[in-house]
């Protein structure tokens, strides 16, 4: 069974985030809390790795996992190219729960792109998550704890629950702030597309689209 680990949802210890980071790096599995729902996190540009959570989740491998990044100044690494409308809502909500879908780097493998070539991003603003992604100096999984279909788990007794054998460790912050997942938008279409309605409403959206 996985091991949880409770740490400061505010200040989070370093070397708790050095451990899980560590594990992440060796294609270990971490679950931690976002400012939404509780994330399955591994190294996204390991297949190995993102392998484990399709089968930890049961997720159909034709649907792309999202993913975190520390800091938008690495976005172009990861994207081919970044839309003017893109720049604005990343201006206006990143940090934050609005995962933004872009034309994927080749660079990222096409099993984490669900070989659709698009990638979703977004920068978390919860304090683990933040150092977490940014210790393991890679971006990371981003997908919901929770096995396919299922509800997101807002607490990590809930993911131990559901899922605490198939995963190595567990990051308890405590309880997020809300059952609903990240907002998802497409900048790859024209016009933007909304894909999910999550923490930010479509009406906070309206003039940045």
Do not use: H
């Amino acid at each position: 069974m996985a091991n949880i680990i409770k740490i400061d949802p505010i200040i989070p210890d370093p070397l708790i985030i050095s451990e899980a980071a560590l594990l992440i790096n060796k294609e270990g599995v971490v679950v931690f809390p976002t400012e939404t729902l509780y994330g399955l996190g591994v190294n996204a540009l390991s297949e190995n790795a993102i392998r484990k959570v399709f089968n930890i989740k049961g997720r159909n491998y034709e649907k792309p996992i999202p993913i975190l990044i520390y800091k938008k100044e690495i976005l172009s690494e990861f994207v081919s190219n970044v839309p003017e409308k893109a720049e604005n809502l990343i201006k206006n909500f990143w940090p934050g729960g609005l995962t933004i879908i872009f034309e994927a780097s080749p660079k990222l493998p096409s099993l984490l792109t669900g070989n659709t070539g698009k990638i979703g991003i977004r920068i978390s603003n919860n304090p683990i998550a933040q150092e977490l992604v940014k210790q393991a100096d890679t971006p990371i999984t981003a997908t919901s704890a929770n096995i396919s279909g299922q509800k997101g788990c807002t607490t990590a007794l809930e993911v131990y629950e559901n899922m605490g054998n198939k995963v190595n460790l567990i990051l308890d912050g405590g309880k997020t702030k809300g059952s609903l997942g990240s907002t998802v938008i497409d900048v790859t279409c024209k016009p933007i597309k909304i894909i999910r309605e999550g923490v930010i409403k479509l009406e906070e959206l309206r003039e940045y689209l």
